[in-house]
T-cell receptor, first 116, second 114 residues
Framework: AQTVTQSQPEMSVQEAETVTLSCTYDTSESDYYLFWYKQPPSRQMILVIRQEAYKQQNATENRFSVNFQKAAKSFSLKISDSQLGDAAMYFCAYRAGGTSYGKLTFGQGTILTVHP | EAQVTQNPRYLITVTGKKLTVTCSQNMNHEYMSWYRQDPGLGLRQIYYSMNVEVTDKGDVPEGYKVSRKEKRNFPLILESPSPNQTSLYFC?????????????FGPGTRLLVL
């Protein structure tokens, strides 16, 4: 079974600084997708960024980028120029490719605090 | 506006009193799923549906039922709720079950079972 682990229950960063959230996963599949979701205090789940395992290039979305290390099964999220609105719970998630059962497997979450 | 809606958003009930949480999507998605979120455990899948009349268990199905009679609706039924079902529940949908398809989440339903 696939597992996703976020080893940092909490992280903090100063406004305008950079922070990296860690995620590791375990799978025997070769075709899969990885995601980072943001959950602000409203509890809404917001997709931040996604990475296809077959792509070597790391995904980037504005201030958000990932460091995808396939061999190490590591998928970290880097937030540059942190803003107060980035404060939230962040979840790393895995989904097998092909015609899988479609399940997203989530990590435990990391609470990010942004200090002004 | 493309969205997934859930009702109610907040619910307090007592042990054993049957309840239904509704979920509806307006994106003509085939795949729908229910998750529960608990502290320290992230989100875990309860049930999923590949299409109308096709449902199956996820990782934590005990105590829950679902049905998919229409493509847009996927209600979650707790026939005899217990305190260990106190949780935050999310409905999600995607175009299909393909791994690359983005799952869209509803706003969540916070359930307290006394």
């Amino acid at each position: 079974a696939q597992t996703v682990t976020q080893s940092q229950p909490e992280m903090s960063v100063q406004e305008a600084e950079t922070v990296t959230l860690s995620c590791t996963y375990d799978t025997s599949e070769s075709d899969y997708y990885l995601f980072w979701y943001k959950q602000p205090p409203s509890r809404q789940m917001i997709l931040v960024i996604r990475q296809e395992a077959y792509k070597q290039q790391n995904a980037t979305e504005n201030r958000f980028s990932v460091n995808f290390q396939k061999a190490a099964k590591s998928f970290s999220l880097k937030i540059s120029d942190s803003q107060l609105g980035d404060a939230a719970m962040y979840f790393c998630a895995y989904r097998a490719g092909g015609t899988s059962y479609g399940k997203l497997t989530f990590g435990q979450g990391t609470i990010l605090t942004v200090h002004p | 506006e493309a969205q997934v809606t859930q009702n109610p958003r907040y619910l307090i009930t007592v042990t054993g009193k049957k309840l239904t949480v509704t979920c509806s999507q307006n994106m003509n998605h085939e795949y729908m799923s229910w998750y529960r979120q608990d502290p320290g455990l992230g989100l875990r899948q309860i049930y999923y549906s590949m299409n109308v009349e096709v449902t199956d268990k996820g990782d934590v199905p005990e105590g829950y039922k679902v049905s998919r009679k229409e493509k847009r609706n996927f209600p979650l039924i707790l026939e005899s709720p217990s305190p260990n079902q106190t949780s935050l529940y999310f409905c999600a949908s995607s175009l299909n079950s393909g791994g690359g398809e983005t799952q869209y989440f509803g706003p969540g339903t916070r359930l307290l079972v006394l």
